[in-house]
C-alpha cells in the first residue's frame, strides 16, 4: 500500500542555519503531496503541497519540490528561525484521506 | 471565519467506558474526516463522513463509530475504551466539490484512557 517516510528527528539547529527534512513516498500513480506543520498543543496547519512531479511548494520561506524520479519531497528552508520550532508532518492523498509519516521534529535554538 | 472546532479539549476516561467527541467543520465544508494521533507518531486515518454517511474506514475496529449531522457536524464515538486508545483525536474538514480542496484540521481532543 501507499507510505510515507520521513527522516527521524530530533532536527537540532541554531538560528540562521539550513534546514533539510527528508521525505519519501511509496505509492501508486502520482499523488498530491503536502507538509503539514503541528506547534505545540495545537493541531496540524498546512505548510505547503504539490500535485503534480516537478510541482514545488512554498510558503513562509519553505519549500519542497515534487521528485517522481527520487519518489521524493524534501523539505528545506534556507535560514530558520526560533518560531519555526514544531514537528514537521509529510503526506501523501490517497483518493479522500492523507497518509502521514511519523513526523520531524525540529529544535531551533537562538 | 471560524475554523475547525472540537470539544472537549481534554478528557479522561477509565478502561471499558464510553466517550464521545465532536466536530465542528469549517465553514463552507461539507465533508468531515477523523484521525487518531498516538503519541510521537503521525495521524491515522480513522474515517470520512459526507452527506451523512461514512464514506470511507481506515483499520480500526468496530468500535470506533461515528455520525454526521445534517449541519455538517461529526461526533466520533469510542465504545469499550482499551488503553491503547489513548491518543489525540483530530477532525479535519474539507469541500467534497472543490477539487484538490486542502483538510483544515482542529486542536484535537486529547483522550487519556487509565
Known sequence: GNSVTQMEGPVTLSEEAFLTINCTYTATGYPSLFWYVQYPGEGLQLLLKATKADDKGSNKGFEATYRKETTSFHLEKGSVQVSDSAVYFCALKDTDKLIFGTGTRLQVFP | ?114
Open chain 2, 1 to 114: 471565519d471560524a475554523g475547525v472546532t472540537q470539544s472537549p479539549t481534554h478528557l479522561i476516561k477509565t478502561r471499558g467506558q464510553q466517550v464521545t467527541l465532536r466536530c465542528s467543520p469549517k465553514s463552507g465544508h461539507d465533508t468531515v474526516s477523523w484521525y487518531q494521533q498516538a503519541l510521537g507518531q503521525g495521524p491515522q486515518f480513522i474515517f470520512q463522513y459526507y452527506e451523512e454517511e461514512e464514506r470511507q474506514r481506515g483499520n480500526f475496529p468496530d468500535r470506533f463509530s461515528g455520525h454526521q449531522f445534517p449541519n455538517y457536524s461529526s461526533e466520533l464515538n469510542v465504545n469499550a475504551l482499551l488503553l491503547g486508545d489513548s491518543a489525540l483525536y483530530l477532525c479535519a474538514s474539507s469541500s467534497a466539490g472543490s477539487l484538490n480542496s486542502p483538510l483544515h484540521f482542529g486542536n484535537g481532543t486529547r483522550l487519556t484512557v487509565t
